[in-house]
Structure formats: C-alpha cells, structure tokens
C-alpha cells in the first residue's frame, strides 16, 4: 500500500508484483521527463525518460506513461526485485534552458 | 566513461572555514549542474553552466561561489556556510540543450559545525 506522511510517500511491493510510482508535475510548457532511482548514500541514477510528444515509452522491465492533461507522469516496474528498493525521483525540464527540476520522490520498498 | 567524479566524498567544515567542492567529467558534456539535497527531500537546483557560463543560479546565497574553469571540471567554492547548510551536494553533467539525459555523481557529504 501507499502512506504520505511527514517523510517521503512510501510504496510497499511483494517481490514479483509490478509497481506503480506516480508523479504530478508542475510547468505545463516541460517538454522532457525522466525518472531517477537513488539508492542510500548513491547520486540519482538514470532509469527512463519520455518527450512531451510521446505518452509511453518501455524499457527493459520499466514503462514510462505521460499524461500532458493532467500533468502527470507514472513509472511501472514489471516483476518487481529487491534490488528495485530505493526512492524513486520524476524531474521535468521546466521553463528554461537545462533547467532539471525534480518532484518530491516516493521510496519504494520490496518485501520477499 | 559514463562518469561523474565528486571529491571528497565526506567533508566536516567549520562556519569560519572556506573549502570547495570538485567535480569532473570525461562525457564531453557542455552543460555541469550543482545540486543540492536534504534528508529524504529532492534534489534542489542551484547552478547551471553550459559552455563553461554561468546560465542559471537559483538565487544561491553568494557564500556558494561556483565555478567552471574548463569544460570538464566544476567547482563550488564555500565560504562563511552555516548549519543550515549541511546537505549532499550533487554535480550532474548532461549534453547542452534541452532534452538532455543527466548524469550525476556520487555527491559531497557536507556537514558544517
């Protein structure tokens, strides 16, 4: 299930389910989006990224679904793995020239 | 080389003490961020520099001096910091443009005392 609080939102998974992470983002003129995984004491690491002409795009076990109306972006991770524990960063390319800006994160946490 | 390289990794400073932090990369990428992040908060924004300018500065108090002396290396100079200040520091490289897949270092622990 899913918990805001205080902390960073928090998904919780059983090993082999799929995930679903969501993101609203801000500017409406973003054209460029990707999704960060951060492990603990470990830079942001590149996962998958969509233009604002594209609504989904797939990677190995990862999809990425743009909905420009609304301004939201989701992350699916198919047959979740421990090694997916981490929090989960969406970051938007907003109003200027190399101007990355992330959303607030959600940790994702797999359970055996 | 899909690398970004940040040293040191751990630094301990006091608010009197001026230090900097170093970054490289060997992408040939013209565009180099400094970020900034807090416990369980997002990473934040503070300089852009593409074709080694100053493009974007986030409104960062002047005790934060970066600079770019060449294409491949960035740096933040630190001086008069505060507690407040502690945080990981991110330095990110992507090609210039928008659009442009970043990559990041492993980050600076800083902690001022």
């Known amino acids: 299930g899913e918990s805001v609080g205080l902390h960073l939102p928090t998904l919780s998974v059983q090993e082999g389910d799929n995930s679903i992470i969501n993101c609203a983002y801000s500017n409406s003129a973003s054209d460029y989006f990707i999704w960060y995984k951060q492990e603990s004491g470990k830079g942001p690491q590149f996962i998958i990224d969509i233009r604002s002409n594209m609504d989904k795009r797939q990677g190995q076990r990862v999809t990425v679904l743009l909905n420009k109306t609304v301004k939201h972006l989701s992350l699916q991770i198919a047959a979740t793995q421990p090694g997916d524990s981490a929090v989960y960063f969406c970051a938007e390319n907003s109003g200027g020239y190399n101007k990355l800006i992330f959303g607030a994160g959600t940790r994702l946490a797999v359970h055996p | 080389d899909t690398e970004v390289t940040q040293t040191p990794k751990h630094l301990v400073m006091g608010m009197t003490n001026k230090k900097s932090l170093k970054c490289e990369q060997h992408?040939?990428?013209?565009?180099m961020y400094w970020y900034k992040q807090k416990a369980k908060k997002p990473p934040e924004l503070m300089f852009v520099y593409s074709y080694e300018k100053l493009s974007i500065n986030e409104s960062v108090p002047s005790r934060f001096s970066p600079e770019c002396p060449n294409s491949s290396l960035l740096n933040l100079h630190l001086h008069a910091l505060q507690p407040e200040d502690s945080a990981l520091y991110l330095c990110a490289s992507s090609q210039d443009g928008r659009g442009a897949e970043a990559f990041f270092g492993q980050g600076t622990r800083l902690t001022v005392v």
């Open positions: 992408m040939g990428h013209r565009a």
